[in-house]
């Protein structure tokens, strides 16, 4: 018999601020969290813009050994899972620890990190490289921390799918409660790659935003003037567990994961499949999986990274599935405001999408000003909606042709 899963923790890091209230402020305020770098001096690149967090004190979470030891991906990884135990209220004791995994997902992992000892290396030799250079920047050391923080045994392991690895994070640890192999799962995604090494590599594949002038402005998914994403830092942390065990302890739900899908294009390195075929069926999974009617969906959280290809794509994709009631239905991309997280966003946007349901208010997609008229339904355009969202999806789609979309649903007892 599969098991019901429910949220019961959120802790989240992103350009916005650090806090869930101060984030979900924010975005159904409509206010964006994208300026010029300041980590570094930006002025050679073609794009200078991202989203940095602009209020995170590393030492509010972890003591001052832990921050010289991990990159900073591990410290937004620790610093979520933390607001999002204390969220839950959820304990780990000597009885329960086996039953309580941790699953992250993050794109690059600790680049910032091996930049800084490849310098050292470069300039001082390899006898000046730290110890802890290793273990400090390897994407499976954010569930691995995280673990050791608060003495989860159980499931660990970290998903290093691009674009969609914190969706697949959350998805795996969903089907892990579900099928009884664990009671609770402390997952979601951190990516802290604002670095000149990433920033040079995207800027080469022409696939970020260079309004620089108005780096306000310059996240706008599914606007017709839309020029690419913008990087954007941070993460996403859920508590996951069994509905049993939440009623058991008296937990509050945010909401019910119901549903999962994952797919691949199986067409190019970096390009979505032109007719969403990869996404269409993805989609299809996660509602199959939920055992749900398109008609059934009151909203989409959409991966909508600001590119020309995404946005076509992923706009054509939700009309295969959805038909007529694609026009009907309310999606929004988050990213206008937080930019793009890479392997974090699928977490960061799992949790909005949670808030979505619980709070009946659906973020809007900012900065669109210009309708495409290949992306023409309803993206929530500028302001928030005060609406009932009974069941959602949150699409992430990533590099390599990987695909993955959650299922929320509001909690019925």
Not at 43 to 72: C, H, L, W, Y
Not at 140 to 166: K, V
Not at 206 to 213: E, I, M, P, V
Request: hydrophobic share 40%; proline share 5%; aromatic share 8%.
């Amino acid at each position: 018999m599969r098991r019901r899963v429910v949220v019961t923790g959120l802790g989240m890091v992103t350009p916005l601020g650090t806090g869930v209230e101060k984030n979900w402020e924010a975005v159904c305020s409509g206010r964006g969290g994208i300026r010029r770098i300041e980590k570094f001096d930006p002025s050679p690149f073609p794009s200078r813009i991202a989203g940095e967090v602009p209020d995170f004190r590393s030492e509010d979470f972890m003591d001052k050994q832990q921050v010289r030891r991990f990159d900073i991906f591990v410290h937004y990884a620790v610093a979520s899972a933390r607001m999002a135990m204390e969220d839950s209220g959820f304990s780990i004791t000597e009885d329960n620890a086996l039953r309580v995994g941790c699953l992250t997902g993050s794109g690059l992992g600790g680049l910032s990190m091996l930049e800084r000892y490849h310098q050292v290396l470069l300039e001082k030799g390899p006898k000046r490289i730290s110890p802890f250079f290793i273990p400090g920047m390897i994407a499976n050391m954010a569930p691995g921390q995280i673990a050791i923080e608060f003495g989860a045994r159980g499931p660990n392991l970290s998903i290093e799918t691009a674009c969609a690895a914190s969706t697949h994070a959350v998805g795996e640890s969903f089907r892990l409660i579900r099928e009884g192999i664990a009671d609770a799962m402390i997952t979601g995604g951190s990516e802290a790659v604002v670095t000149p090494l990433a920033l040079g590599g995207f800027c080469s594949m022409k696939a970020l935003s260079t309004r620089n002038d108005e780096p306000e402005r310059a996240s706008r998914p599914f606007d017709l003037d839309r020029d690419g994403f913008i990087m954007g830092e941070g993460a996403g942390i859920l508590l996951l567990e069994s509905l049993d065990s939440a009623l058991e302890r008296g937990a509050g739900i945010y909401a019910e994961v119901t549903g999962y899908g994952l797919t691949g294009d199986a067409y190019h390195v970096s390009a979505p499949d032109p007719e969403g075929v990869g996404a269409i069926n993805c989609m299809r999974m996660a509602l199959e999986d939920a055992g749900l009617q398109p008609r059934e969906i009151d909203y989409i959280n959409a991966h909508g990274t600001s590119t020309k290809l995404n946005d076509d794509s992923e706009t054509r994709a939700i009309k295969v599935v959805f038909g007529d009631h694609a026009y009907r239905l309310p999606i929004s991309s988050t990213k206008s405001m937080t930019g793009h997280l890479l392997g974090g966003a699928g977490g960061v946007e799992a949790i909005f999408t949670a808030l979505t349901i619980k709070n009946g208010v659906i973020p809007p997609t900012i900065n669109y000003e210009t309708p495409d008229p290949d992306c023409d339904l309803d993206y929530v355009p500028n302001t928030a909606r005060h609406v009932k969202v009974g069941s959602a999806l949150s699409n992430s789609f990533g590099f390599g042709g990987t695909n993955g979309t959650l299922l929320l649903q509001s909690y019925e007892g």
